[in-house]
């Protein structure tokens, strides 16, 4: 996706460091062949199964990134209001949207009715009778799907692990069979799929053929008791690389998944956010000052102009973003640095021990920064959340312009 040429870190044909020269940094860069050979790929290992895959919006959100989802034919997976209207806005259409999450709100409930979305994923008995009596004053029938929390471990991050008793999220197998017989017998709801998600950034299909095979026998189970359902939907969860990780490999995901859906009539749903995104993205910086440590044990900090409020991750996860000199051309010997931002907290950092030559004014960039990047970022210490831009072949374009202080002070202004 960035690759030297002429010891410049390019992205496609465009060369970061001119971009840095046009928008000023911190700025997000996505690359749109990688966001095209990603989908392109996914399909490809799935061939072999109707599936239908639904974009997680919650991954990157930009209107430029799910209109480009959307050419491909996703449908999306939202989790709020807010993200229905960003696929509304991006002219996308309702219709392939899912809704997940554990709290929606009689608000975004209606929205979500009125706008006649593909299913909603149902997390708890209340959330059902609430669809259901808000599918009944709009006169409408609401397509569910019960998410089970099927308890396996996705041997991810505990964080971003979702798929075990102790998470909040979706219902026991044994609450799921009453719910689809409740739903079946309501004249305001349709059962039409099942579906779970077990994690995030999981490097392994067993987990997942795990959980789809605790799906299957309830599919089996409610289709004996006459309840036949149309889409089974995995959720997201294929593991990327980071660092030195195995990234899922979906082909194998793919093959196993044909395997154990073939001689069935259900459609494979897919809700990919991290994997379609992640290492299609940069965050690109510049160092503000260097500190060289005054002995040999004592850090080295590189203090970029990037920060915890734009790229949350390193802060939040301990994750591990790759850091890439934009330019490499120099003699200059390298040594350990600490990359951290401005802001006045010990756990402001983006990376830690790298080895690397910074010199005051350089660019670098923050690799696999396409996913829960921007879509994490704040306002922490009053700071403007960066651009974002996307690059295309030898052309870049912004796609969301620099948040600016007055965009900051309009909220507040308006209360004086
Ligand atoms: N579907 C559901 C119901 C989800 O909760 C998620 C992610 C996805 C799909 C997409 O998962 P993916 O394919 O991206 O792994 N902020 C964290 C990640 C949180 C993931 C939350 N749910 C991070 O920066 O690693």
Redesign the pocket.
Known sequence: MVSYKDNQLHMEEVALATIAEAVGTPSYVYSKRYLDEAVTALKAAFAGTPTKIHY?V??NSNLSILRIMATHGCGF?I?SGGELSRVVAAGCDPADVIF??VGKTTEEIDYAIKLNIHCF?VESEQELSRISERAENLHKIAAVSM?VNPNVDAQT?P??S?GLRENK?GVSVDVARQLYQQASEDPNLNPTGVDC?I????SRTEPLLEALTNLLSLVDELDRSGIKLEHIDL?????IRYNDEDPLDIESYGGAVAQLLSGRRQTIFL?????LTANGGVLLTRAEYTKPGASDDIPNFAVVDAAMNDLI?PA??Q?WHDVLPVKTQRDAAMTTWQIVGPICESGDFLAKDRQLSIEQGDLLAVISAG??GMV?ASNYNSRGRPCEILVDGDTFSVIRRRETISDQLRLEREQL
């Open positions: 997680s919650k991954a997976d989790v997940s999450g994923n998410r991050h964080y971003i979702t999220f998600h994690g995030s950034q999981i959720g997201g969860g294929m593991g809700e990919p956010g991290r994997s991750r939040l996860y994750a996913a829960y994490q």
